[in-house]
């Protein structure tokens, strides 16, 4: 059985876990016992081991073709990448990690321990997220999705940062319509199913957080 260590809210993890939904490939899920490990963590059926985002999608691009999440022309290519490089670097740390690091128990997230939540850094992050759902929702509305009408990496990378946030109830998609009419087909298809699933002990997310509409 594929195996796949993870932390529950870690974008990087959620990233994983959609790629392997899109490619529609049975694994076993196991939460990570140390939240500060290279993760995510997957092991194939041949036992090649992968640690690390960047590593888990260049074994699984290469090894399951069937369903490329990386567009072959060039032009989509680079557009795709940028926006993964986008996702995982300035989306994190600007608007991801301030929120979700300051409400998250360590070992939902893999953030470093802290003490109460810091409100000034929260505030941070939500300014920046806002600006990054400006430019998501001109994308998705001029393009179909972040790139092309087909999803991409792209897409999965910027909606597991966003569904992280959304648990929590911290992306006001009312201001936005545009990122959220996006979101709303990003989390309706089959690979978002164990995402909207995950509960976390004594910390329920919002209301709308599994529903296919808000």
Known sequence: MR???????????RVARLILGEK??????????????????????DG??????????DHLEGTY???ALVPEDAVQRGEV??????????LGE?????????????????????GAPDMNVIR??????????????KAAERNGNLVTRECFLSDLAVAAHLSALDYFGEVPWTDY??????????????????????????????SHYAELDF
């Open 3 to 13: 195996r796949l260590i993870h932390l529950t809210l870690s974008p990087p993890s």
């Open 24 to 45: 529609r490939l049975v694994f076993d899920p196991a939460g990570a016992e140390d939240p500060q490990a290279h993760l995510p963590v997957f092991t194939d059926l």
């Open 48 to 57: 090649t081991r992968c640690e690390g985002l960047w590593a888990v999608i």
């Open 65 to 67: 073709p069937e369903r």
């Open 81 to 90: 990448l940028r926006w993964l490089d986008w996702a995982m670097g300035p």
């Open 94 to 114: 600007r608007a991801t990690r301030k929120i979700l690091y300051e409400k998250a128990a360590q070992r939902f997230t893999g953030a470093p321990s802290r």
């Open 124 to 137: 941070q992050g939500r300014e920046a997220l806002g600006a990054a759902l400006a430019v998501i929702g």
């Open 177 to 206: 319509p545009q990122a959220g009419e996006w979101y709303v087909r990003m989390k309706s298809r089959p690979s978002f199913r164990s995402l909207l699933g995950d509960r976390l002990p004594g910390q329920p997310p919002v």
